[in-house]
C-alpha cells in the first residue's frame, strides 16, 4: 500500500481520477471497516481540502458519526432527521446547494453552506452514509455524485 497520496491540482474530475486508484490501493488488502473508511475520508480531505468529510454509520436504528476529517460533528442522527437522516430514508444521494434552505438540515456547524450525502448500502439496506460539507455555497455537483458513489461502492463492508 503506499503511504503518501499523490495531491494534484485540475479540474474535480481529473482530481477523482487521480484519487480514486490511490484509494483502490489504500484499501487493497484490508477488510477493517473503520480503517478502510478513516484512510477514505483521510484521502478525499488530503485532496479537496473540504470543510467536513466523513461516515455516518447506523448502529442500534440511528447513524453514529464514524470517521471523518474536520470540526467536530453531531454524534448521532435519527432517520429521516437533517440530510442524513433523508438520506438513510430515501436511499440515494441528496445535493443539497445551500443548505439554509433544506428542511430540517442539522447544521453541525454554521460554515457549512452545501453538503452531498450519499448511501453505503448493502443488501439493499442503508448501513450509512457518506456526507461531505463544502463552505461555499453550490459545490457539489453530478461529477461528486458520480465519482463518490463509485468510491463507496469500493468499499468493502464486511
Ligand atoms: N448536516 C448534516 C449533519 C451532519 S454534519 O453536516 C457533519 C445533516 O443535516 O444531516
Same mark, same amino acid.
Given at each position: ?17 487521480? +484519487? +480514486? $486508484? ?6 487493497? @488488502? ?20 473540504? *470543510?467536513?468529510?466523513? *461516515? ?6 440511528? +447513524?453514529?458519526?464514524? $470517521?471523518?476529517?474536520? $470540526? ?29 434552505? *433544506?428542511? @430540517? ?13 450519499? $448511501? ?14 463544502? &463552505?461555499? +455555497?453550490?459545490?457539489? &455537483?453530478?461529477? &461528486? ?14
Amino acid at each position: 500500500m503506499a503511504e503518501d497520496l499523490n495531491v494534484i491540482e485540475g479540474t474535480k474530475e481529473e482530481q477523482y481520477q487521480s +484519487l +480514486l $486508484p490511490q484509494i483502490q490501493g489504500l484499501m487493497e @488488502g484490508e477488510t477493517d471497516l473503520i480503517a478502510n473508511l478513516a484512510n477514505v475520508v483521510a484521502a478525499l480531505k488530503e485532496q479537496f481540502k473540504w *470543510f467536513w468529510v466523513g *461516515f455516518y454509520l447506523v448502529k442500534d436504528g440511528v +447513524l453514529v458519526v464514524g $470517521p471523518f476529517q474536520g $470540526p467536530v460533528a453531531c454524534t448521532r442522527i435519527r432517520k429521516g432527521k437533517g440530510v442524513c437522516g433523508t438520506c438513510w430514508v430515501e436511499k440515494k444521494t441528496i445535493i443539497v446547494d445551500d443548505v439554509t434552505k *433544506f428542511p @430540517g438540515h442539522i447544521a453541525c456547524s454554521s460554515l457549512s453552506s452545501s453538503e452531498i450525502v450519499v $448511501p453505503v448500502m448493502r443488501d439493499n439496506k442503508v448501513i450509512g452514509v457518506l456526507d461531505v460539507d463544502s &463552505d461555499q +455555497l453550490n459545490y457539489f &455537483d453530478a461529477t &461528486d455524485q458520480k465519482y463518490l458513489e463509485q468510491i463507496v461502492a469500493m468499499i468493502n463492508f464486511v
